[in-house]
């Protein structure tokens, strides 16, 4: 469906809404510039193999390669700014008495568009971890590539979560309950290919939410959502706030 095409009926369901969980992937942030892993032509996977940059092995093996991708990837993120969808879903959020924003990004755009409690599923480019016992560390030796903690001298990474590593479990346990919880559910910007995040938006549909995609292209969940709508995040999500802000004034 076009983004200017949200029915009169689906606003006033959502309007019902007490409560709303939104799950954002890379797509939230392409628009700021930021590539996403899997789209055919500009993602990441397009260029670089997962296995060789985002495994404990390939950290492991490489570790080098791997610190210094995530450099570049970090300082890429460093220049980039929130885009109109990041500022529109902060609103919206603030628009329902209960909120919940379920990110698989790692780049904290979310946080810089305002929004305070982000559950990150996967981590943050920002933080920086000790690789042994997973304690933060903000210095290091910056021509060392990958420094090595000042405490034990084993190599620091970045905070993320690679494959094979399991999700941290208070926060992905969050995310659980507020999919289980939620009245709304957008899911906005992701494949829903990479597990356990992807069970979010199926937990959601099954336990009663009204849930809703934001996409321009079909993802392995869409056959399931309430609403598809097949539209940038940061053209639909502005719209889709101005619609709600016209309705509450009605
Ligand atoms: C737009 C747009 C615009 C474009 N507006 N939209 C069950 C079944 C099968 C496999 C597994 C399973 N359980 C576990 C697995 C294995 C694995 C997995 O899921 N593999 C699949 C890929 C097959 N999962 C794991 O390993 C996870 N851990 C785990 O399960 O632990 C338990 C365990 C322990 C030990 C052994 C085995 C299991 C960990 C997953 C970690 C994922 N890490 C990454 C990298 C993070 C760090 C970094 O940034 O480098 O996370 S991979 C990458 O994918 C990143 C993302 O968060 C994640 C999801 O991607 P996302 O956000 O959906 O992006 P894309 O690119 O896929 O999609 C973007 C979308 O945006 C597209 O649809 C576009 O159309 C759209 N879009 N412009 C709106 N303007």
């Avoid at 937990?203 to 399931?224: D, H, Q, S």
Wanted: charged share 20%; with cysteine; proline share 9%.
């Amino acid at each position: 469906m076009p983004t200017k095409e949200i029915p009169q009926p689906l606003l006033e369901q959502i309007r019902r809404c007490r409560s709303i969980m939104a799950f954002t992937g890379a797509g939230i942030s392409a628009e700021s510039g930021v590539p996403t892993f899997r789209d055919a032509q500009t993602g990441l996977w397009a260029q670089f193999s997962p296995l060789d940059l985002a495994t404990p092995e390939a950290f492991k093996k490489h570790p080098q390669r791997v610190w210094e991708w995530y450099e570049w990837r970090r300082s890429l993120v460093n220049k980039v700014s929130p885009n109109a969808g990041h500022k529109a879903l902060t609103k919206l959020l603030q628009l329902f008495p209960i909120n919940t924003l379920v990110t698989q990004n790692v780049d904290g755009l979310h946080q810089a568009s305002g929004t305070d409690t982000v559950l990150e599923l996967h981590g943050n480019i920002h933080r920086t971890i000790c690789s042994r016992d997973r304690t933060m560390h903000q210095t290091w030796e910056p021509e060392v590539k990958p420094p090595r903690c000042p405490d034990c001298g084993a190599h620091l990474r970045p905070d993320v979560v690679w494959f094979g590593e399991s999700l941290p479990a208070d926060t992905f346990d969050g995310a659980i309950r507020a999919a289980q919880n939620c009245e709304l559910f957008l899911s906005i910007g992701t494949s829903t290919t990479v597990y356990p995040a992807a069970e979010l938006p199926h937990t959601a549909k099954n336990t009663g939410a009204l849930v809703i995609e934001i996409n321009p292209t079909p993802t392995p969940f869409t056959a399931e959502a309430d609403w598809a709508f097949a539209a940038p995040a940061g053209e639909f999500l502005p719209h889709l706030v101005e619609r709600m802000e016209a309705l509450a004034r009605s």
